[in-house]
Every structure is written in structure tokens, then in C-alpha cells.
């Protein structure tokens, strides 16, 4: 059923080729069935991402939180799949040190570089217009302000920290420009702030149903981006005109996508669908994931997270409230929540794969010792009136409840792959059985 390869030395165990996919639950499967074929469209598109490339003087990489709202965050911008990388962590909570981030940004300003470029990062919270107090980001106890002062605070030090200095401290080179993002996600709207002001899609909705021109409407938004960015803002010091004018433009290419994309909600045509956590699984790390973006789906937590189980203890929450409520209705006794780990490798470096399985086993293993400990023993009751208190908090009758003795770590399904950075195709190499 599996393959094996051996290490002859010790008989250990090392590298799983891939597991046949017949082998494990369909509806885990069908993640995976679903990731080769998001593999081969990522594949397809490399002429489209080389062609976006070379016509914008910045490479996007997007911060956003794992909340599953926020999962087309990339379409929602315009952006072709896989131009920019995605990092995803609750409430974009980085820490103040974070070697892993900084190593990653490092390595996107080397390739930028390279090609002559520079590392545009969109720093993104979220938010719920209609419903502020109960529907933001759960990272901050939907406390908009809260979350609004830590990205402040991270894109001011991002916009300081990676540029060369001169003599006098002076900025001589600079290599990234960092801006701060809301998404509204009962509006779909992102909206765009500058020091003083802020950009927002709802200014540029057809009014009376009177479509705008997309010329006009590129003129229009360019111009406010130019009141809101301007060439003396400290984040485009050492950035010629030329180059501003060039940035803006690839700002407003994505705002203008945004616009498009927010104006079947805005004008009532498309009534809104995020609300709530209605998560089912939960992705963690990074290559492969980075293709998926249905919304309301899963959460996504990446391996670079400051607090990584942490971030799987609140999402496993929801996708085990999720799943006990989905019990209750479908009444089919199957209880499970899947935690998808998944790490890239290169296929340019020989032994990266083995490293990088090792890497997804930790991972796994972390995680399920963590559940392990919460679902057994002393922690099981704190845990189990958690999440009581959680399903009563969505209006469920506790005594139409399944009976929470089924909660138990047998419940937690593991499933461990690799994928190569230049596909994303993700190999299966590991289930929760083999950790
Ligand atoms: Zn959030």
C-alpha cells in the first residue's frame, strides 16, 4: 500500500515516496487530488507571472491572517496565482523577533534584486464593517484598534529596517516598501493607508449604476494614490520619481482589481458570504497551501508563525466546534479533524526533500503531542468546557449535543506532504500513523 524507501545503515525509516492516495479517507484525499491539479494550473501560468514581472518595478508579498475569510486575498488583488508569496499568521502577530520572517524577506530582496527589483509587502488586517465587535479579527479579540496599532508599528519598522544607509545614516538603497492594508470582509474591499489618509474601494463604486470608464477609473485612483503615497513620504526615500510613479501604478493595478472585484457586494448584486468561522480543516505551512484560496474553507498556519500551535489550538477550536455541529446534522457519527502539514523543497538541491519531510514531521509530531496533552488527562475537562462554552456562544442546545465523549485525539487525522518550490504539486509522504 505504501512504499518505503529504507536507510541500509540503520533500517530506519527515512524517505516515504509517495502513499497512494486510495489509502486514506476520500474526503482527505480529494485535498490532495485537488493540490496536483491547482499544481499543473500554477505550472501553466509562469508565462503570465514572468510577463507580470517584467512590467512592474515591484514583487508583492502579502501578510495576511489565517482567518479563512481572508483565503482570496490574491484574487481579490488582481494578482496572477503564485507572484507573490503569502504569509499567513493569526492576526499577522509576528513578534518582535522573528529569524525565520526576516531570513524569508532577506531572500525575497536577493531575488528582487536580481531582476532588478524591488519587495513591495501589503501588510493586511481585517475587519467586518457590519459586525466590528464579532466578526473581526478573533486574533485580537476583535479589537480593530489593537490590531490596527501592531501593523502600524510592524510596517514602520519594515520601511526602516531594509535599506542601505549612507555616511550620515542617510538612505542610499532602498530595497522594500511596506503599506498597510484593512480588508473589509463583508465588503470585500481592501483599503489602502498612506500616513494621513487612506485609499478606499467604496469611493470608486458605479454611482446610480453608472459604470466608470476603466481608464477614468485608473486616472482617478492613481491620482488619489499620488495625494495619499507622495514621493516625500519617508517610505519611497531614495526611490526616484520615475520609479514612485512606476510603484503607484502597480498599486493602483490592484486596487482598480479590487474595485471590480468589491462592486457586485457593494451595489447589492452578490450578498455577502464571510461571516463567522466556518473552517473545516487546517493547512499548515507553506508551498503547496499556497495555491488554495477558497474562502470559508480552512485555516492556514505557517511554519514561521512566532506560536505555531498556539494557532492550531485556535483553529483546531472552530474546525472541532465545526465538526461536532456538522455531526449534529448530518447525524453519520464521523467526528474528524484533518491538520494538513505541508513543506517545500528545492529541486535544484539534492537531499532537500528527506530535509524538508524531517522538517513536516516535527511539525506533526509537535502538534499532536500539543493535542494529545489537551485532549487527555487533567487538561481534557478545561478543554472540553471550552468548547462548550463555544458551542453554546452559536446557539446550540448542549443537550442536543453529541456527546463530547467522542472528542477524543483519535479524532485528529494527520496527514504530512512535501511539494517542490518550482510546482507546488504536493507528494503525500506520512499520515498521523506514522508519527
Ligand atoms: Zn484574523
Known sequence: MQ??????????????????????????????????RLSESFISLEPERQAYIRANPCIPKLFTCMDEKEQDTVEALGLPNGVSNVYQTAGNKLGATNLVLRREIQTGIDRAFSLGKRVLVLFITHES?????????????HDGRAADDNAVRHVARINQDYVDRGAH????????????????????TRVWYG???????????????????????SRRVFSRFAETFPHDDSRFSSVSEGEWVKTLRQMTDMFVANVHYARDV?????????AGH??????????????FSEVNAYFKVSDFTPDMLRECRISGKYVMKNAILGLKDRGDGRLVVPFHINVPYDLTRPGDRCGSIAHAM??????KNDWEERLCGAERVRYLAELLQALKHDGVNPLECPSLDAVTPEILRFYISVSPRETRRPELVATGADL
Not at 457593494?266 to 464571510?274: E, R
Not at 516535527?362 to 502538534?367: E, G, P, Q, T
Open 129 to 141: 464593517k457590519s459586525e466590528p465587535a464579532h466578526d473581526s479579527c478573533a486574533a485580537w479579540g
Open 3 to 36: 512504499q518505503v524507501h529504507s536507510n541500509s545503515a540503520s533500517g530506519r525509516k527515512l524517505i516515504y515516496a509517495e502513499l497512494d492516495l486510495s489509502a486514506i479517507e476520500q474526503e482527505d484525499a480529494q485535498i490532495y487530488r485537488e493540490g496536483v
Open 362 to 367: 516535527d511539525l506533526a509530531r509537535s502538534i
Open 266 to 274: 457593494a451595489t447589492g448584486k452578490v450578498k455577502p458570504t464571510k
Open 278 to 291: 466556518k473552517g473545516q480543516r487546517i493547512f499548515v505551512g507553506r508551498g503547496a497551501w499556497d495555491e
Open 169 to 188: 545614516l542617510e538612505v542610499v538603497q532602498r530595497h522594500l516598501i511596506a503599506v498597510r492594508l484593512k480588508s473589509f470582509t463583508d465588503l470585500e
Open 195 to 217: 500616513e494621513r489618509s487612506c485609499v478606499d474601494p467604496l469611493d470608486f463604486m458605479p454611482s446610480d449604476g453608472v459604470e466608470i470608464d476603466n481608464d477614468e477609473l
